[in-house]
Nanobody, 114 residues
Framework: QVQLLESGGGFVQPGGSLKLSCAAS????????MGWYRQAPGKQRELVAV???????NYADSVKGRFTISGDNAKRTVYLQMNSLKPEDTAVYYC????????WGQGTQVTVSS
């Protein structure tokens, strides 16, 4: 069993930045992948960014050039740096890690509005 604790969400104006953190209860190097998803009201959960085995990184087209995913194994934490935020980035953001199971964080709200 893996516990994931997310933090860093909040309210920001368009063009602003936020950094999300996801602290895992064990080494993040043990996972096949670690990433961030988001779900806006009335929409399906979608992939935002993911780091997979071999340090392969993929981003949703909508966030390329604005968001950066990274990991710090010493802190057992995965980060999502979000810059140039837009109102359409408003959603609940979920941390996800996978080994032979799929683990989700509790979600953190990000609201981008003027």
């Amino acid at each position: 069993q893996v516990q994931l604790l997310e933090s860093g969400g909040g309210f920001v104006q368009p063009g602003g930045s936020l950094k999300l953190s996801c602290a895992a209860s064990r080494s993040i190097f043990s996972f096949r992948s670690m990433g961030w998803y988001r779900q806006a009201p009335g929409k399906q959960r979608e992939l935002v960014a993911v780091i997979s085995t071999g340090d392969t990184i993929n981003y949703a087209d909508s966030v390329k050039g604005r968001f950066t995913i990274s990991g710090d194994n010493a802190k057992r934490t995965v980060y999502l740096q979000m810059n140039s935020l837009k109102p359409e980035d408003t959603a609940v953001y979920y941390c996800n890690v996978k080994d032979i199971y799929n683990y989700w964080g509790q979600g953190t709200q990000v609201t981008v509005s003027s």
